[in-house]
């Protein structure tokens, strides 16, 4: 007996949910955007405040002072693998040590990067005679530094340019010396 009613009110309601998608227009590529939620929303937002947000701060802005290279710290002297970020300031970069020195300067993107662009050669190299330090463009990044967690930051060499395009003779001095994290001393 209730076999009868239920077979009826089936074919119903399968009759009644195709004539609805039937009346809207047929296209394979349009996906539903309609969201479906559970009746009891209400109880799963609030639930969520049983959980802890993390609420720290994972990066801060870059200060003023000297960072040392991670990988190179506690043994070295600083003159090679280390960054003096003063951002109003020249700042002197090793890009092959007791070798190659370049003179940066340093412009701010946000509180929480900054660019490095290629002012001029050191006087006092005693390598890269040959370098055409004259034709490098000094408008165009050569380093970008990004500040992490605690008192960090990272460089990532770009390499030098000429006209905005890459000088790939060139692209590595600065890659080995100058990239990577570094902390503040």
């Known amino acids: 007996m209730k076999l009868k009613w239920m077979l009826p009110i089936l074919l119903l309601i399968i009759i009644s949910c195709k ?41 801060s802005k870059i200060t003023s002072g000297q960072y040392i290279k991670l990988e190179k ?15 109003e300031a020249s700042s002197k970069m090793c890009l092959l040590p007791d070798k190659i020195y370049v003179f940066v300067r340093f412009q701010k993107i946000d509180d929480l990067n900054y660019n490095v662009y290629f002012t001029e050669a050191a006087e006092t190299n005693t390598g890269g005679k040959d370098i055409p330090w004259n034709t490098f463009d000094k408008t165009t990044p050569i380093a970008t530094i990004t500040s992490l967690p605690n008192n960090e930051l990272e460089v990532d060499w770009l390499g ?26």
């Open 19 to 59: 004539d609805q998608s039937s009346s809207e227009p047929s296209n394979e590529s349009t996906l539903s955007t309609q969201k479906v939620l559970p009746e009891d929303t209400d109880t799963i937002l609030k639930n969520t405040e049983d959980y802890p947000v993390n609420t720290t701060t994972v990066t």
């Open 73 to 87: 710290e506690p043994a070295t002297d600083c003159s090679c693998y280390c960054i003096n970020f003063e951002p």
């Open 160 to 185: 030098f340019s000429v006209n905005g395009d890459l000088v790939i003779d060139y692209a590595l001095y600065g890659k080995k010396t100058l990239e990577g994290k570094y902390k503040i001393q």
